[in-house]
C-alpha cells in the first residue's frame, strides 16, 4: 500500500510541474474578462457530479473536504486529505475554422479536513481561483499596410483558505470559509506591421496586474430523515462581495522585426506607469441546492447559482458584465458499498450535465457554457483504520458559438485525485 501511495503522489508531483515554464493553465480567449475562468472551489469528487456541491455531506462511507459549502465540515469523522492534478485540453475554432488542440496541466489542489469534536470540524488548503490564459490575433490595414493585432495573457489567481463548520442540534450544520486571494495576472496588446517594413516601429503595451485580498463565504445545510435509509439534504452558500486590492504596472515599447519576423531589440518606452493602485469588487454570489441521498448507494441532487456580476469595478472602471447564473444536475451510484467479492461494485460511479449564462456578453451575443460530466471513485485497500480513494472526473463541453463571427471554446477537463482518512490527531483509547 505504501509502495502504492507513493507512485501516486510522485505522479500528482510530475504532472503538477509540467506548466511551471509557461505558467499559463488555459488556452481560451474568455478567459480574458474579468480574473480569468473562475474554477471553482470543487474537488474531482464533486466535478464528477457537475460542480454538485450544496446537498453534499458524507455521501459513502469516505470522508470527503466539501470546500464549497463550509457546512459540510461537520459531518467529518476522520481525517481527510486530499491532493490532485488537474489536464485541460482545448480546440477553438472559428468560422469553419478550427484550431490545433492546445494541452495544459497544472496541480489542482491540496485540502486537509479534521475533526475537532463529535460537532465540528475545520478544514484548510490550496485551490486555484482563476486561470488566465489566452493567444489569438486580428488583421487590418494602416494606410495601405498590412497590421496584426496581436492579444495575449497568462497567470491565475490561488485560493488559500481556512473554514469551520459545526453542527446545531440535530439537523442543522452552519460553516464559513476565510480565504486570501492572491496572484498576479499579465496581458499584452500589440499591433506589428508586415515582416517586410524593417524600418517601421511596432507597439506592445505589457499590463500587469498584482492582485491580493481576503474573501470570506458561509455556509447553510438541513438535513433531514425520510426513512431509515434515505434522507434530504439542503444547502446554501453565499457571500457579501468581497473586496479586492490591485497593483497594476503598464508600459509600453516600441521594437522592430527583422524580414523573417524575429524581434529586435527594444528602441524605446512612450509610456510607463508602476504601482497604480485600485479596488477590484467582486460579485455577489448565491447558491443554493439539494440532495437525495440513500445511505452508502446512491446519491441525485441539483444546484442553482446566482452572481450579480453588474456590481463587478475594476477602480472606477465598469466593464458592464451581466449577471450570471448556473444549473447543476449530478448525482453518484455505488452498486454495494459493502462487496466482498466484486470490485466494481465498490467503485462510485458519478455523472452530471450543467448549464451556466456566463457574465459576458460580445456584440449583444450571452456566452453561455454547456457540458456534461462523468467520473469514478475506486477504493484501494484500507490499512488498518486507513481508507485510501483515487478519485478521477472528466468534464465535456462548450463555450461560446461560432455564430455572429464569435469563437467557440470546445473542452475536455479531467482531474484526478487521492483522497485518504485516517485517524490523524486523535487520542487512542486504550480499554
Avoid at 490595414?141 to 463548520?165: C, H, R, W
Avoid at 473586496?243 to 497594476?248: A, M, V
Avoid at 456566463?358 to 488498518?384: C, H, K, S
Amino acid at each position: 500500500m505504501i509502495k502504492i501511495v507513493k507512485n501516486i503522489f510522485f505522479f500528482i508531483l510530475f504532472v503538477a510541474v509540467l506548466p511551471v515554464t509557461a505558467q499559463i493553465t488555459s488556452s481560451s480567449p474568455y478567459s480574458q474578462f474579468g480574473l480569468g475562468d473562475l474554477k471553482g472551489s470543487l474537488l474531482p469528487q464533486n466535478r464528477a457530479m457537475g460542480g454538485l456541491s450544496q446537498g453534499l455531506r458524507k455521501p459513502g462511507l469516505y470522508d470527503n473536504i466539501n470546500l464549497a459549502n463550509p457546512a459540510s465540515y461537520s459531518s467529518l469523522e476522520l481525517t481527510a486529505f486530499d491532493v490532485g492534478a488537474s489536464m485541460d485540453i482545448r480546440n477553438l475554432s472559428k468560422n469553419g475554422t478550427s484550431g490545433k488542440n492546445q494541452l495544459n496541466s497544472t496541480l489542482s489542489h491540496i485540502n486537509f479536513g479534521i475533526p475537532v469534536n463529535r460537532f465540528s470540524a475545520i478544514s484548510f488548503g490550496l485551490v486555484p481561483y482563476t486561470d488566465l490564459g489566452y493567444q489569438f490575433s486580428n488583421s487590418g490595414l494602416i494606410d495601405t499596410n498590412k497590421v496584426s493585432y496581436i492579444y495575449s495573457g497568462e497567470g491565475g489567481i490561488s485560493k488559500a483558505y481556512m473554514g469551520y463548520g459545526f453542527k446545531l442540534g440535530k439537523n442543522f450544520s452552519f460553516g464559513f470559509n476565510l480565504a486570501y486571494l492572491f496572484g498576479n495576472l499579465k496581458q499584452n496588446r500589440a499591433f506589428e506591421f508586415a515582416n517586410e517594413l524593417t524600418t517601421v516601429f511596432n507597439s506592445r503595451t505589457q499590463y500587469s496586474n498584482s492582485v491580493g485580498g481576503l474573501s470570506y463565504d458561509y455556509g447553510l445545510q438541513y438535513s433531514a430523515e425520510i426513512n431509515n435509509k434515505t434522507k434530504f439534504i439542503f444547502g446554501y452558500t453565499g457571500n457579501s462581495g468581497n473586496s479586492l486590492n490591485s497593483r497594476n504596472n503598464t508600459v509600453t515599447t516600441r521594437y522592430r522585426k527583422d524580414v523573417v519576423g524575429d524581434e529586435l531589440a527594444t528602441a524605446d518606452s512612450t509610456f510607463y506607469a508602476v504601482g497604480t493602485k485600485n479596488k477590484i469588487k467582486m460579485p455577489l454570489t448565491h447558491t443554493a441546492g439539494f440532495a437525495f441521498e440513500k445511505t452508502n448507494g446512491w446519491l441525485i441532487g441539483a444546484d442553482l447559482t446566482y452572481s450579480k456580476w453588474s456590481d463587478y469595478r475594476e477602480g472606477a472602471s465598469n466593464p458592464g458584465y451581466n449577471n450570471s447564473y448556473g444549473v447543476i444536475l449530478g448525482g453518484q451510484i455505488t452498486p454495494d458499498a459493502n462487496a466482498i467479492t466484486n470490485y466494481f461494485k465498490l467503485v462510485d460511479y458519478r455523472f452530471g450535465i450543467k448549464y451556466d449564462k456566463t457574465f459576458v456578453q460580445i456584440g449583444n451575443n450571452d456566452i453561455n457554457q454547456y457540458a456534461m460530466t462523468f467520473g469514478f471513485g475506486f477504493p484501494l485497500p484500507r490499512n488498518r483504520s486507513s481508507f485510501y480513494k483515487i478519485n478521477l472526473s472528466a468534464e465535456l463541453g462548450q463555450r461560446g458559438t461560432e455564430k455572429n463571427n464569435l469563437v467557440r471554446d470546445r473542452y475536455l477537463n479531467l482531474h484526478l485525485g487521492f483522497t485518504l482518512n485516517d485517524k490523524w490527531f486523535q487520542k487512542s483509547y486504550i480499554e
